[in-house]
Nanobody, 124 residues
């Protein structure tokens, strides 16, 4: 059982930066693959980034590659999404999720535990 809570969303100007945090709680929270997804109104949920339990491997959607960075601090059971060079198209509710699978996945159905979401709005 893992509980995740996102924070750090807000309103930023295009070209700016924002850092999202995901606090995970649970006996074995550090053993989970963690991912970030986002969903804009009227759109399907979209994969953003994922990281292995050790933090040694990451994977990014093409739309954010080179701009976003996912990282984790297992000592604090926290996952971060550093978002730089933000674009208007990045506006969405961002969700943190945990998976007890063995590998990275871009599928939302692969993730077992989800946070409540945090709103990111990028003004043009």
């Amino acid at each position: 059982q893992v509980h995740v809570v996102e924070s750090g969303g807000g309103l930023v100007q295009a070209g700016g930066s924002l850092r999202l945090s995901c606090a995970a709680s649970g006996r074995t929270a550090s053993n989970y693959v963690m991912g970030w997804f986002r969903q804009a109104p009227g759109k399907e949920r979209e994969f953003v980034a994922a990281i292995t339990s050790s933090g040694g491997t990451t994977y990014y959607a093409d739309s954010v590659k080179g701009r976003f960075t996912i990282a984790r601090d297992n000592a604090k059971n926290t996952v971060f999404l550093q978002m730089n060079s933000l674009k208007f198209e990045d506006t969405a509710v961002y969700y943190c999720a945990a998976s007890n699978g063995v590998g990275l996945s871009v599928r939302s159905r692969s993730y077992d535990y989800w946070g409540q979401g945090t709103q990111v709005t990028v003004s043009s």
